[in-house]
């Protein structure tokens, strides 16, 4: 079955005629096989086999889309916004339009900025501003956070894309050169979008609110960390109209920025462990542990596991349970999978 | 050179020599060798070669010890409640004791709770409010978070280990059951702490502040969730004694209740991907595809890349990495790595 295949010594170097060793090494495997066009997944285009090629492409394809989260947001703001409206009379604070004071209330509640300008006085507004504020949380860390990185990345792609406007680059290599710094150019989005929501909180609180340059600073600050001592905030009808788009944006923009933070620490220690991985000397013990199918030499793909395993990106789980698939498929048992093998499960089906 | 190991094809198959194509297959590949005792490091007894062995080994072992973690917040909670202190008269509101309305307005300020029982009143004061719940934002999202999820890890062990106290299950198989539900039991361990928090944070509110039990369970969520709205807060000084180490701890506690929450539900999105991967039929594109090095079969480490790659667990660029690395150790170029390609590479250096 399989033997033929397994005598064919040459293909395995055939690529290698042409070349001598020499001091400075040629790449053989110049594209590897394995890779069907991954670049393309990034406009859609992609119909093919490899559902899931980038290493973040779980989160991406499970990420719910963005017109879900807003729905989401919408249903819970409108159900928010019923119940606060329905015991208005047991809420006590600073007052302004009934409908707008409870939607108002319930992004400072959801956001745990909780001012308390506007607190819930009787005993089931007290419990439905605990409910709301749980599920507030739930809400923003597990839909609105993915979907703010899902317009980042889109805002990333802009971005990059008016950088490059002059210099005359490809589609393609921009969005290699995003891949690669994909981090990065988020961080940076998000510092810019911060800083335009600073400056804009600033100015609506100096105009609107009345407060001085300081106060109103503060209150951004105290704003966007969720903080709200509550000493200064929106208590005008329009203050309260655009705190209720503001307080939203700004404190998952705070909270992406930390987000981005942490990912370029942690992506920056990752290349140290790589590098560290590629450059130590392999021993012959290495090789030894390296050689998956025992025949004395480590291939390329063995080694490949072997080192991605040292790097902490696979680990034994993850290769066993494909080990397991590949002898179920490995229908001769010639430890190779070919044509006859493929054709062999299926007859047996 | 590696000719010769290129030709040795028995050993490859050497190990099925004894088995038979038969309707329930055996294992054949039943311990791999590349997985030298990764069980061994959970009790830092490996000494090993392999430094990062699980998936989550760089987070595991980038992560800030405890003994760190603890040492900054020690610092960080002294330079604030020593600047607090500072502008003490700058600060109006409720007051205790002045070391310990420094230490909690610190506390309150850096956990974003921000009850506003204690507001800055002068410019420097609202400043340095502002500079201490950036940096607490940053410490606790970068920092506490990850030593809160170390002290879990730990507490997890300890369970596990009570769980099994009395079937006599060996550490190793212990340690197994662990990591094979790392998520589930970090969750289950995070909301017995937090039942625990609650309960005490209500019991104290009760009997210390003199609230009713729906006002200290109300106080309690607007704390644990950083809301804060501070109609009702710790006013007394044993009160804000117990808060500065309760609010720490619930706060954190209820993060990272979110965050494995988080996990769990991405974990098991990726075992349903998984699940897709291994199961859907290979086809003959697939297996050219999965070829790394031309020779016509898919062996066993080919086969793993190719599927690890469609579960996103690694991407093209990890596998050109270490290519390139393969490629510099071949120095014979025969394709494979064997004793005398590391011979030769350390008589060339």
Request: glycine fraction near 6%; proline fraction near 2%; aromatic fraction near 10%.
């Amino acid at each position: 079955m399989a033997d033929d295949s397994a005598n064919k010594k040459q293909p395995l170097l055939s690529g290698l005629a042409d070349q001598n060793i020499g001091t400075v090494k040629k790449r053989r495997f110049r594209r590897c096989k394995t890779t069907p066009a991954s670049d393309a997944d990034f406009f859609g285009s992609y119909k093919g086999r490899e559902l899931f090629p980038g290493s973040n492409s779980i989160l991406r394809n499970f990420r719910p889309s963005f017109r879900q989260a807003s729905l989401l947001l919408i249903i819970y703001l409108i159900v928010g916004c019923t119940c606060f409206y329905l015991v208005r009379d047991q809420i006590v604070g600073k007052k302004t339009n009934g409908i707008l004071d409870a939607l108002y209330f319930c992004i400072v509640t959801m956001t745990t900025v909780g001012y308390g300008d506007l607190v819930p006085e009787s005993v089931p507004a007290k419990l439905l501003a605990c409910a709301f504020v749980f599920s507030g949380m739930a809400f923003v860390a597990l839909f609105l956070g993915k979907a703010a990185d899902y317009l980042v990345e889109k805002q990333e792609v802009l971005l990059v894309k008016a950088v490059h406007l002059r210099r005359k680059v490809g589609t393609r290599q921009m969005m290699k050169e995003i891949e690669a710094k994909r981090v990065e150019y988020k961080f940076f989005t998000i510092v810019v979008a911060l800083l335009v929501l600073v400056t804009l909180g600033t100015i609506i609180l100096v105009k609107v609110e009345k407060l001085n340059i300081i106060d109103a600073f503060y209150c951004v600050c105290a704003t966007i960390t969720t903080l709200g001592y509550g000493d200064k905030s929106f208590s005008t009808t329009f203050g309260r109209v655009f705190a209720v788009f503001w307080i939203l944006t700004s404190t998952i923009c705070l909270a992406q920025f930390f987000l981005y933070l942490a990912e370029i620490q942690m992506e920056h220690r990752q290349q140290t462990l790589v590098k560290w991985v590629l450059t130590r000397r392999m021993t012959v013990v290495d090789l030894e542990a390296a050689d998956l199918d025992d025949d004395g030499v480590v291939s390329a793909a063995e080694f490949v596991i072997y080192k991605l395993k040292e790097m902490g990106k696979i680990n034994q789980e993850d290769v066993a349970l494909v080990m397991e698939e590949f002898e179920n498929l490995d229908v001769d048992q010639s430890g190779t999978i070919s044509n006859s093998d493929l054709l062999l499960a299926q007859s047996v089906e």
